[in-house]
């Protein structure tokens, strides 16, 4: 097996995640590369989803029973976790959505419904950036046909960065809100946060940070960053599917309208209007995903249980062989830095002229699971001229045995196809 320094203990680790044991394919061992899509699920949050059902399943807030009163406890514990993992201020500024989509679609909204200095109309400009998934276009492009507003975004250059150099021109006076991406989920890039949001703050705009790809890998310090808003999701992260997570700046929380109106939001109802409760449950209108909560927060438990320094530097020196390795295969193309500096653990890359979804189709022959496609990002497969990427995605679990497998793989691929 090959060694690497400032790697995790991988054999031990493995065993909490029972899917790993999988074999595929008439019994080829399972290489799961596809970590940036979602992650694996350990024993302890497995554990923590089924406890919940079976001792504690209760609407939460409302009732005083005691299953109510249980099922509350646990819900707004797990935001209290959230809270202390991304170092928040104040445990209201974590909402609790469905996914990063959601989070960002309630930033989108809220804009677009407030008042003045935050509100969006014809006169201001919203800016992104060419690589953003497409749960940090979309919803920026709805706001801007609603309103009037004008969508900007800064390109990329050759290499996979964002081209800052008119940074100015594109941030400008008539800027509302700024919303980039922390790490790219198709290029690997990790951003310049400093320069943005200086940037940004100097002509009074807002900022937004979709952390989708970071928070699973690094340490996450929303005071640090210094955005008003970040999103992220649980299930790229060890805990469930159907749950997100926002933070934001309380005093832009207590300004800011709702995104969904219904239960548990509201303050008084009568016929004529409503008066709303104060975040976070403000923007958490219905019945919250409380089991998904509690699993997100069994997760936060898990990977602080490792320590997220740990996680980065063990990922760092997978995507540094990785990197290496890939570019030993012949007619193989890196679509973003090729370097394992300032990069996530996610690589796309092309293969010659073989369609990126038929490397997927054989690889997954050989048990190897990795993504194709645009990955939600096709702006930026339009940018460098390519119909899609295959990428490989690494995590707290992945070894060198398995990029190894990969890159063997790759060459079957080659092989296959003549």
């Not at 046909?145 to 100015?168: E, P, V």
């Not at 001229?385 to 990029?403: N, V």
Request: aromatic share 6%.
């Amino acid at each position: 097996m090959t060694q690497l320094p400032g790697l995790l203990d991988t054999e031990a680790l493995r065993k909490d995640f029972p899917i790993l044991d999988r074999q595929v394919h008439d019994g080829k061992k399972l290489v799961y590369l596809d970590n940036a899509a979602t992650s694996q699920k350990p024993r302890q949050v497995l554990d923590a989803l089924n406890e919940y059902y079976e001792r504690y399943n209760a609407n939460v807030h409302r009732g005083v029973h005691v299953l109510a009163e249980e099922a509350t406890a646990l819900y707004e514990g797990a935001r209290d976790k959230v809270a202390e993992f991304i170092n928040a201020p104040s445990r209201d500024e974590v909402i609790f959505t469905k996914n990063a989509s959601e989070s960002l679609n309630l930033v989108a909204n809220m804009l677009g419904w407030a008042d003045e200095p935050y509100r969006v109309d014809s006169d201001t400009e919203i800016v992104i950036t060419e690589m953003e998934h497409h749960s940090n276009i979309v919803p920026w492009q709805l706001l801007a046909q609603r309103t009037g507003a004008k969508l900007k975004w800064f390109g990329l250059t050759d290499d996979g960065r964002l081209d800052l150099s008119n940074i100015d021109e594109v941030i400008n006076e008539k800027t509302k809100i700024v919303s980039f991406v922390l790490v790219s989920n198709i290029l690997g890039t990790q951003n310049p946060v400093e320069a943005i949001v200086r940037r940004a703050q100097e002509v009074g705009a807002l900022v937004c940070i979709d952390a989708s790809q970071a928070a699973p890998h690094m340490p996450l310090d929303v005071q640090a960053l210094q955005a008003d808003f970040v999103a992220f999701t649980g299930h790229k992260m060890c805990g469930p599917t159907g749950i997100g997570v926002l933070w934001g700046r309380q005093e832009l929380l207590e300004d800011l309208p709702p995104f969904l109106g219904g239960g548990e939001m509201i303050e008084t109802v009568s016929m004529h209007s409503s008066t709303y409760a104060p975040a976070p449950h403000k923007f958490e209108a219905g019945t919250p995903p409380v089991a998904q909560a509690v699993g997100l927060g069994a997760a936060i438990d898990y990977l602080n249980s490792i320590g997220m320094d740990k996680i980065l530097a063990h990922e760092h020196a997978l995507t540094e062989y990785a990197v290496k390795r890939l570019l030993e295969v012949p007619d193989l193309r890196i679509i973003g830095p090729t370097t394992a500096e300032e990069r996530g653990a996610a690589i796309s890359f092309t293969l010659g002229d073989i369609h990126p979804h038929d490397v997927g189709q054989v690889l997954d022959e050989q048990g190897i699971a990795v993504r194709v496609g645009h990955h939600c990002a096709r702006p930026v497969c339009l940018r460098y001229g390519i119909p899609a990427t295959t990428r490989a995605s690494f995590y707290l679990y992945s070894t060198p045995t398995e990029i190894d497998a990969l890159v063997d793989g790759l060459e079957h691929v080659r092989n296959f196809f003549g």
